[in-house]
């Protein structure tokens, strides 16, 4: 990779190039500052206690509900919503983004035994987890991520792609948007993806007073949004995540050639409307095309 502070030799003195050169430095830098981040992400996820894995990343459970059954009553709760309504077929092919120990895909191949599956982590000590839950077989495939990318997921090959309780802990919108990118490539036409997220409405967020409408002015003409990219060069990899509006997360799905199909609101803070969103969306599929002419 190029230094970032000088120029290259046949840069040098000319005014067009320089922007350009600026342009390529500061994406590069940009890109350097994710690759940091997901660094962040990898350590703090990278886990080396099975306890811990469990009870505090997967779930976080403390004290006396720190329970194998309080961890699968929330599994089985996630799993139900995750398949719930799909007409998936007898050998579906179902792809997770962010797999943790294999809670999520244990339960969908009790429910399709047949299934071809594929987890993805960031987290070694996850996937290790995971094989150790799942067994190793030819339809069986978990990968360590690299980036933010599917890995060896083959293209227009999978029927599901899920997502559950990674998004709510990410920072960065780049990481976010590389992902549903890239789950739509990957999908069948008419293929599905769930995935969830942190939700919040502005408009309920702020009081009426002066400094209530003045915080949420810039919220309303969208100088401040979550889809922004913003420098996340000193931000800390931990359970945080970005909050997204309704209309953002249309917005992220649309722009990755998705069909939003249902938005389920898990509301925690009444009085700020904050809380989780759960997404259905799919990509577009024959039909679809027909519909449009
Ligand atoms: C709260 S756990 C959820 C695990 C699983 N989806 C479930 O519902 O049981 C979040 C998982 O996402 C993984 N993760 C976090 N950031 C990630 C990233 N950028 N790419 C891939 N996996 C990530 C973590 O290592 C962790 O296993």
């Not at 009790?110 to 987290?123: C, K, M, N, T």
């Not at 490539?185 to 599905?192: C, D, E, N, S, T």
């Not at 931990?238 to 990755?256: H, M, P």
């Not at 997404?279 to 679809?288: F, Q, T």
Request: hydrophobic share 40%.
């Amino acid at each position: 990779m190029r230094p970032l502070s000088s120029p290259p030799e046949n840069c040098r003195g000319r005014e067009l190039d320089d922007l350009r050169y600026s342009a390529v430095t500061a994406k590069e830098s940009m890109d350097l500052h994710r690759l940091r981040y997901l660094d962040k992400l990898r350590q703090f996820w990278d886990v080396d206690d099975l306890t811990e894995l469990k009870f505090n990343r997967v779930d976080t459970l403390y004290g006396s509900d720190r329970t194998d059954q309080r961890f699968d009553v929330a599994a089985d709760e996630r799993v139900t919503w995750l398949l719930q309504g799909l007409y998936l077929p007898a050998q579906p092919r179902i792809a997770e983004i962010g797999c943790g120990i294999g809670a999520v895909l244990k339960r969908v191949l009790a429910r399709y035994p047949d299934a071809e599956v594929w987890g993805l982590d960031i987290s070694a000590a996850m996937i290790t987890e995971a094989t150790r839950l799942l067994g190793e077989g030819t339809r069986i495939h978990l990968e360590l991520t690299q980036d933010d990318s599917l890995g060896t997921v083959p293209d227009r090959s999978i029927d599901l792609v899920i997502c559950t309780g990674v998004f709510i802990h990410l920072l960065d919108i780049r990481v976010i948007r590389n992902y549903v990118r890239e789950a739509c490539p990957v999908l069948k036409p008419g293929g599905a993806f769930r995935f969830n997220a942190r939700y919040w409405n502005p408009q309920l967020s702020f009081g009426n007073t002066l400094g209530g409408r003045m915080a949420r002015f810039p919220y309303r003409v969208g100088w401040h949004s979550s889809l922004k990219r913003c420098n996340v060069s000193t931000v800390q990899a931990d359970f945080n995540g970005l909050y997204f509006t309704l209309s953002e997360i249309e917005t992220l799905t649309r722009e990755a050639g998705l069909i939003p199909e249902q938005f389920t609101l898990l509301t925690e803070d009444v009085a700020s409307a904050k809380g989780y969103v759960r997404v259905n969306c799919r990509k577009m599929g024959a039909s679809d095309s027909d519909l449009r002419g």
